[in-house]
């Protein structure tokens, strides 16, 4: 017997308990489609079992939960399979499995190919956010149109304006998301622009103009442009000749513009083109003569045409004084203040664009005397000794004034700033080679101002000068908190400076002494990046520029260099985990000795502190401790060390613990032969393996791979044994062989195709009717039954019977399908033989002659036959040719064999005779009627019978 099996495995199990200690998996979940950062509540509706029991959820998204009805959010998108994994207290398991979908909320995207052009306007707007199945959509566009399509239409804007198009997209989950683009949509009027190289001159003026016209759309050009220049001449293109101008006044210019598509704009500049005329220019001054810092007033005469109140005359002035002064006023009031002499006058006359210059020569002349004098130096800082009135700072003036001529009556008066009566120098004094030179000493800090006064009695002119001169102490102080710190360690840096009172300070340096500065206020802190023995020194300066600076020395220690180390093996594991760290601390040489090292870690547990061991060589090893970890992910431990002074520094180790969740889903019943129909929801650190096992880890290994591929085969299958209860067994291991194992029952269905029937072995002569009675067992109930008798009858029926007409050798097969989808079949080769005549009887038909020719084929036992012709008569021969009449004919024949047994066989197909050779003469003639002497057309419409071709 030949067996098939097909096995599907629904979640029951089956074993020695009752039903009712077998839990029952199940749960809802509100809701099942939904958004990213919505919850979803989970409810147990689990029930059976030996309690207490116990749950596993796996969520699909790498996340887990012992709840018994949990409430989970997901944060990515995606279809997951959430699993959940009852167990009894007898350690019986049962899972259930449903689909959540959690869907993006939309960010909706759209672009415009053109977003701009003149009205009215047809905008394609493009929808370019990926499309999810069963979403709506809801446009508006700004011009008072909506649409609820994915992709709109094209939309019309019949008026100017910047327009808000927006975008809402909502899932099939209610998922919603807006994307609005203000002024995305702009509709303007086409912009007629120009420009010329000149907008006024004088006659004649000769002006190129430039097209400087804009379109609201790049796609929809400018074509014509129409020019009137005001001057009698128009053009029509973008690039206008020359124009000339020659008659004086005011011109308006216009330029039209036309689209492709027609819109059109025009632009027209009133008195854009100017022409005038400077028909005479002139200036006077007041006072031709004057003293040096004295109102000069000037007043011009300028006559231009055509006389407009409207147009301004521009005047620029030039007083050449090598001030760079100018004005550019109608009427200017100035004063030299440079020099003294004749000074030229430039005036420049600018109207309707037409411009005309003068200059005046020697216009100007001015008088003596000019203050000015020099200081050696305007700041004295800190001198030594100190200020007094033994010790007095001296100002030293250098007179570098203009007084006038020699023959001129002059007086010079310094005035000191400090309270001292002025010093007053006559003609005579100054008329030797120290001029007005002097000095003067200061008795006491401060800020003087010096000026010299000059009074020229003979030009009846007087002028002053004046600078600042300072006199200022500062000193430099600070303190540090400690003369030795330890590198990385922060220091305050106090200043203490002082300055005259007058004179606060406003700026710190702070040379640390490693090349690095520190001026960022009077306090500031600092940490020295690397040890050693530093000069910092402070440069304090006031706000009159003195400055001063003082030194101090510090110390800065090197800390020891923590290092803390692990041999490889214990860098990760599984939990509980024994990690042993190695104190590779080093000691820099020459500086303080190690204290201690304080030993912390991540896990809460209590620190740990020892003691070093004594240094021989800077890179000593230190005593190395252990830790258990318990747990799972990623574990610190740090080590501090410390010095006698307490300088410090710290090295951290990761330690990684994992464990692997071994999980899968597995359907309860199992066809024998079938691939047993897990899913594997395992989750840990890649890589990780799988080992799959029945029953127990003791024999051979199931499979290796992510799920098992290999159909199970029930072994040693007893005689009548419909099933068998198996544990699968999954052990996961991750990449520090940490392992996890989970165990699911299983009962294999064993179903077995059998039947009773009451037919012998063989029989002598047809027809022969059995009755077939169902035998088969299966574990579950059988509900499809398919028998083939081997004669061409099949059967679906439970208990079938069946007739055999014909002699022959029949193959009888059974095949079963269970209410899990277990299937089994039998085969029995020649089941009965049956026996008596055989062949096959048959003719060959002559349409042209109605002749049928009759024999037999494959003839077996046949002793004598019968045929019967369809028409009443009958032939014995085993071959014969017998003609028909016209008719329909069915003809049969008996055999029979030498025992006497009469087997009947039907002859098909019918012979069919239509008449006497299978053809249809006929024609038609036209016309017909017909006179003498007229053609007639005859046409053959014979034809053939069924098809037959003709004889």
């Not at 294999?748 to 059998?754: K, Q, R, V, Y």
């Amino acid at each position: 017997m030949i067996s098939m099996f097909k096995f599907t495995l629904p979640f029951l199990f089956i074993s020695c308990f009752s039903f009712s200690q077998v839990p029952t998996a199940s749960f809802s979940a509100l809701p099942t489609t939904a958004c990213i950062g919505a919850a979803t509540v989970f409810t147990n509706t689990s029930n059976g079992g030996t309690a207490p029991l116990s749950y596993l959820w796996n969520f699909g998204d790498t996340t887990f939960s012992t709840l018994t009805s949990p409430t989970h959010t997901f944060t990515s998108a995606g279809t997951f399979n959430v699993t959940l994994l009852t167990t009894s207290a007898n350690g019986l398991t049962a899972s259930a499995s449903q689909q959540i979908i959690i869907q993006d909320v939309p960010n909706p995207t759209f672009v415009a190919p053109i977003s701009s052009n003149c009205a009215p306007a047809s905008i394609n707007i493009n929808n370019t956010t990926p499309s999810v199945a069963g979403s709506s959509y809801l446009w508006n566009f700004g011009n008072g149109s909506t649409s609820i399509l994915e992709n709109p239409p094209a939309q019309t804007y019949n008026t100017n304006g910047s327009f808000t198009v927006s975008l809402t997209i909502t899932t099939s989950a209610g998922c919603s998301g807006s994307t609005s683009i203000p002024n995305f949509i702009t509709i303007s009027n086409v912009a007629p622009s120009f420009s010329a190289d000149f907008e006024g001159g004088c006659s004649p003026l000769t002006v190129q103009f430039s097209d400087q016209s804009v379109s609201p759309s790049p796609l929809n050009p400018i074509t014509s442009w129409s020019w009137n220049f005001g001057n009698g001449q128009v053009f029509n293109g973008q690039n206008p000749p020359d124009q000339s101008y020659t008659t004086l006044g005011f011109y308006n210019v216009s330029l039209s513009v036309t689209t492709q598509s027609g819109c059109s704009g025009t632009t027209v500049l009133d008195s854009f083109i100017t022409v005038g005329q400077i028909n005479s220019m002139n200036f006077t001054v007041d006072s031709p003569i004057n003293c040096i810092k004295t109102d000069v007033e000037f007043t011009p005469t300028v006559v231009v045409s055509p006389a407009n109140p409207s147009a301004p005359i521009t005047y620029f002035w030039d007083f050449n004084d090598g001030s760079s002064s100018t004005d550019t006023i109608q009427n200017p009031t100035y004063q030299f203040e440079s020099d003294s002499g004749y000074f030229d006058v430039m005036l420049v006359v600018e109207y309707l664009g037409c411009t005309d210059t003068l200059v005046m020569n020697d216009m100007v002349y001015i008088n003596a005397p000019i203050a000015f004098f020099d200081l050696d130096t305007n700041l004295i800082c800190n001198p030594t000794p100190l200020v007094s009135a033994i010790w007095p700072a001296v100002a030293i003036v250098s007179d570098t004034s203009v007084h006038g001529l020699l023959s001129d009556n002059v007086q010079m008066i310094w005035q000191w700033g400090d309270g001292s009566p002025n010093t007053e120098l006559n003609d005579a004094e100054l008329d030797d080679a120290n001029l007005g030179s002097t000095t003067h000493s200061y008795t006491n800090y401060g800020t003087y101002e010096i000026q010299q006064v000059i009074n020229n009695f003979t030009t009846g002119c007087s002028d002053t000068s004046k600078q600042f001169y300072y006199v200022s102490r500062i000193t430099s102080d600070f303190s540090i908190p400690n003369d030795t710190i330890c590198q990385g360690v922060e220091i305050q840096l106090s200043d203490s400076s002082s300055s005259w009172s007058s004179h606060s300070i406003d700026s710190w340096a702070y040379n640390m002494g490693n090349q690095e500065f520190v001026n960022n206020g009077p306090n500031p802190t600092y940490s020295y990046p690397a040890p050693g023995n530093f000069a910092i020194t402070l440069v304090a300066s006031n706000d009159v520029g003195c400055s001063a600076s003082f030194t101090q020395f510090i110390r800065v220690l090197a800390p020891p260099f923590a290092v803390i180390s692990t041999p490889a093996a214990d860098e990760g594991g599984c939990s509980p985990h024994l990690v042993t760290f190695l104190n590779l601390t080093v000691q820099p040489p020459s500086y303080n000795p190690m204290n201690h090292f304080d030993w912390s870690f991540s896990d809460g547990s209590p620190g740990i502190t020892t003691l070093p061991v004594p240094i021989t060589v800077p890179a000593t090893p230190q005593t190395s401790i252990q830790h258990t970890f318990n747990g799972e992910g990623v574990y610190v431990a740090t080590l501090t060390a410390y010095n006698d002074f307490g300088c410090s520094s710290f090295s951290t180790k990761e330690i990684i613990l994992t464990k692997p969740t071994a999980f899968f889903t597995l359907d309860n019943i199992v066809c024998n032969g079938e691939v047993l129909n897990t899913d594997n929801l395992s989750v840990g650190v890649s890589p990780v393996n799988y080992q799959w096992y029945i029953d127990n880890t003791i024999g051979d290994t199931l499979s290796t791979d992510f799920n098992p591929n290999d159909p199970y085969i029930e072994q040693n299958v007893a005689p009548g044994q419909t099933s068998a209860i198996h544990n699968l067994i999954l052990i996961a291991e991750d990449i520090n062989g940490c392992k996890d194992t989970v165990s699911i029952s299983f009962t294999t269905s064993i179903p077995n195709a059998n039947f009773t029937e009451n037919l012998p072995n063989s029989v002598p002569c047809p027809p022969i009717t059995g009755a077939y009675l169902d035998a088969s067992t299966s574990y579950g109930t059988i509900n499809t039954w398919l028998w083939d008798f081997g004669n061409g009858n099949q059967s679906g029926l439970q208990n079938p019977s069946n007739t055999y007409f014909f002699p022959g050798n029949y193959d009888l097969s059974l095949s079963i399908t269970d209410q899990y989808g277990c299937q089994d079949d039998t085969l029995f080769n020649d089941y009965i033989i049956v026996g008596g005549p055989s062949g096959v009887p048959q003719y060959d038909y002559d349409v042209c002659t109605q002749t049928a020719s009759f024999f037999i084929t494959n003839q077996n036992n046949i002793s004598s036959v019968v045929w019967n012709l369809g028409n009443g008569t009958t032939q014995t021969n085993l071959s014969f040719d017998y003609i028909y009449n016209i008719g329909i004919y069915s003809p049969s024949v008996i055999l029979t064999d030498a025992a006497g047994c009469n087997v009947p066989y039907p002859i098909n197909p019918q012979i069919v005779v239509t008449n006497s050779n299978g053809l249809n003469a006929n024609f038609s003639a036209a016309p017909n009627p017909v006179d003498i002497n007229t053609a007639v057309t005859v046409l053959n419409q014979s034809s053939t019978i069924n098809n037959f071709s003709a004889c």
